[in-house]
């Protein structure tokens, strides 16, 4: 099918993936007493991101913490579990949707902060909430074409200013309901950070093996969510629509000649609870075989789905197939399975 594109890995291992939770708790609680009068005023109940979205709190850092020192933080945890010394490492992709100057690239911070070689490539790449495995699929195809022996992923997310700006905006008495579900995904975003290593499988025969999987585009949807550092614009009904039929689309394709069926754990993209009952519902899934981090820490952009992967660590045995489920705005989405 046109647009459609699949991928094969061979020779490459998840040899770690940590995760590092925002220290400041911000329960949702907070934002409704804070939108108050707004609500009152535009006859909105209060609770919402609670009972609409699933997102009881989400996380903050506190304010001696950047996100970039965040993410250099969470690659040093990672590098330190997968017992890779810095100076091995051939290529650092930051994925962070957060970015506080166009130029230089987060990249280039981080890969100061991890005091990695001067061969070492470094870049950003950015694809909304799919980045990370983005950035996964591309490090190990570069590790399968003989071009790096290890390789960092790293993504670190702070939404504080976005939500403090979107929140001033929406207490303005001019604001209308319209512009209050425009703008109401941005009040369940989160803050944290999250990174993985990889290496070849040969040379790590008790890692985490990357099998492979698809992607696929819908950028006809590209407009319905548009966000910057001031605030973002969604239309939910339409994104939940149209990410849907994207995702439903590449299962109907892969899920059969790959066995996804059989999967242990799916790990997904966190956004709400009406996102992940659509998508249980629409593939069939067995809904104890998809965990939720959302109502705890939000959507935490590219870093929910690593994150999450890192708290199900504990309960995978050796053997677990796992499928990496990531969407974006754009729309874009990709699936990767991983063999625990």
């Not at 009904?237 to 590449?250: F, H, I, M, Y």
């Not at 892969?254 to 629409?282: E, K, M, N």
């Amino acid at each position: 099918m046109n647009g459609n594109a699949t991928f094969e890995h061979h020779d490459v291992a998840l040899l770690a993936v940590t995760a590092i939770e925002a220290t400041v708790p911000v329960p949702s609680s907070r934002f409704d007493e804070e939108l108050r009068p707004t609500l009152r005023r535009l006859r909105l109940p209060r609770g919402l991101l609670g009972r609409v979205a699933g997102v009881h709190e989400r996380r903050w850092w506190d304010a001696g913490t950047t996100f970039d020192d965040a993410a250099i933080a969470v690659g040093a945890k990672a590098l330190a579990e997968a017992g890779v010394d810095g100076d091995d490492v051939g290529l650092l992709v930051n994925t962070s949707v957060t970015r506080t100057h166009l130029e230089p690239s987060v990249a280039s911070r981080i890969h100061d902060g991890l005091g990695l070689p001067s061969r070492a490539q470094n870049f950003d790449l950015t694809n909304a909430c799919l980045g990370f495995v983005n950035g996964l699929t591309l490090a190990a195809q570069l590790i399968d074409a003989g071009q790096v022996d290890y390789a960092v992923v790293v993504d670190g997310e702070d939404p504080q200013p976005t939500q403090e700006a979107t929140i001033r905006r929406l207490s303005d008495p001019s604001s209308t309901r319209a512009d209050f579900l425009r703008e109401f995904a941005t009040l369940t975003l989160g803050a944290g950070a999250a990174a993985a290593v990889l290496g070849r499988a040969s040379t790590h025969p008790g890692a985490h093996r990357l099998v492979g999987g698809i992607s696929r585009a819908a950028t006809q949807h590209h407009a319905l969510c548009v966000g910057g550092v001031d605030g973002m614009s969604t239309d939910p009904r339409g994104l939940l629509d149209g990410g849907l039929e994207l995702v439903v689309d590449a299962w109907r394709e892969a899920a059969p000649q790959r066995g996804w069926a059989d999967i242990d754990r799916f790990v997904t993209h966190q956004v709400s609870t009406v996102h992940t009952q659509s998508l249980v519902q629409a593939l069939g899934l067995d809904p104890a075989k998809v965990p939720t981090t959302f109502p705890r820490w939000g959507n935490v952009g590219p870093a929910s789905l690593p994150m999450t992967l890192v708290a199900q660590q504990g309960s995978l045995s050796a053997g677990d197939r796992v499928l990496c489920m990531g969407v974006g705005s754009g729309l874009n989405t990709a699936m990767t399975e991983i063999v625990w």
